[in-house]
């Protein structure tokens, strides 16, 4: 099956060999190689030695996204605050994590169809001085819009606050330099993206005296990125507090040689962009319509307007397309009827042409192809 889903991607089989064994997490050697693993994300993220760390945390992306508002925004209201600009479901998802942990939180408008406006945000900010962080999602996995975090940043830098990233479905391919990014306290991405490796855990990548100091304040043991970082310090960056996903983080190192060997974010960025090129062909050459228009359409996933028939119905779409041995995301990240592609994974050209032919073929088997464009 071919899946074209923002996550988890298809994987090279090494990567996933890299799992097929067992293997003891609390073994020094094991230690070591974690650590080195950590060492390797910590660099890929263009943070410094002895200045940032990245750090783990078993679960999924979202647990990482609640540890660092727990760790970094402040419970108390008079200190702490955190401004979300509403650009799509996953920001809504940041919202609800941080109200959750009784966070303060400040929610701003945003367009769904255009990068956020970094004067916008400056003045949010500027209005109220007790907020300390801005939250943003890098490439918003709803709409498909990337954000940009140089301006962005550049706006929370200036205005003295700090800034939590959550750059899941951007990191291994949109590129990220923390040494450039002072404002950032954690910059969050999983392995099951664009770094094409296998899910179990999350990383954000902080620099260490904000999470030394910040050890103890989260409200809870398991999502205390402070913790993490203390805890490593004194055995070793490699140890983990609980039970680790071992195997996941064996297939990361693995995907880690791979994104090397293809010359690093840049080429990637390149492989996942003509994806998308011939995905926004593909579909318009079917008859079908993009939410975004190609100027501003990212390079990861793409929204589509459903075929506007009576009978679309998205389930049966995507289970009859699944006979055709392609999966695609089986809900809605918009209000009008739409469907979801994802272009990202150990994926090229060949697949997503296979693939727009399978839709084709199956929006003909439904009887949903636009008339102008029947086959
Ligand atoms: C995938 C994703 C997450 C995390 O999702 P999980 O299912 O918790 O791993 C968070 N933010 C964005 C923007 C994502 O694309």
């Not at 907020?131 to 954000?147: C, D, F, N, P």
């Not at 940043?153 to 040494?179: C, H, K, N, W």
């Not at 995507?318 to 994926?347: C, D, Q, W, Y």
Request: charged residues 20%; glycine residues 10%.
């Amino acid at each position: 099956m071919l899946l074209l889903i923002p996550g988890p991607v298809m994987t090279h089989p090494d990567v996933r060999a890299a799992a097929n064994r067992d293997i003891a997490p609390w073994d020094h050697d094991v230690r070591a190689e974690v650590g080195d693993l950590l060492a390797r994300l910590r660099s890929l993220a263009g943070g410094a030695d002895g200045v940032h760390a990245a750090l783990p945390l078993p679960g999924s992306g979202h647990f990482m996204v609640e540890a660092a508002i727990r760790t970094f925004v402040s419970p108390s209201s008079e200190v702490g605050g955190i401004l979300i600009p509403a650009t799509g479901q996953y920001a809504d998802r940041m919202v609800r994590l941080a109200r959750d942990a009784g966070r303060r939180v400040t929610v701003m408008p945003a367009s769904l169809t255009r990068p956020l406006d970094a004067a916008a945000v400056k003045a949010a900010l500027s209005a109220d001085p007790s907020i300390s962080h801005l939250g943003l999602v890098y490439s918003e996995t709803s709409t498909g819009v990337i954000h940009d975090p140089e301006a962005i940043g550049a706006v929370v830098r200036s205005l003295g606050r700090r800034m939590i990233l959550d750059a899941v479905s951007a990191f291994g391919a949109l590129p990220i330099t923390m040494t450039d990014h002072p404002e950032i306290d954690a910059l969050i991405f999983t392995p099951n993206k664009c770094l094409e490796a296998l899910p179990g855990f999350s990383v954000a990548v902080c620099p260490v005296e904000r999470a030394e100091a910040r050890a103890g304040s989260a409200g809870s043991w398991s999502f205390d990125l402070g913790d993490i970082y203390v805890n490593g310090l004194a055995n070793g960056p490699g140890a983990g507090r609980f039970t680790p996903p071992i195997q996941a983080m064996a297939a990361l190192g693995a995907a880690l040689d791979r994104l090397d060997a293809e010359g690093g974010p840049a080429a990637r960025l390149q492989r996942y962009r003509d994806n998308m090129a011939a995905l926004y062909d593909g579909l318009e050459a079917l008859g079908l319509r993009p939410f975004l228009p190609r100027a501003i359409q990212g390079p990861i996933i793409l929204n589509v307007h459903a075929p506007a028939h009576p009978d679309w119905d998205l389930r049966r779409f995507v289970e009859a397309l699944k006979r055709h041995g392609v999966l695609i995301s089986n809900f809605r990240n918009t209000e009008e009827p739409s469907m979801r592609i994802g272009a990202i994974g150990a994926i090229a050209r060949p697949d997503i042409l296979r693939a727009v032919a399978a839709i084709g073929e199956t929006l003909d088997e439904l009887g949903l192809r636009p008339k102008a464009h029947a086959a």
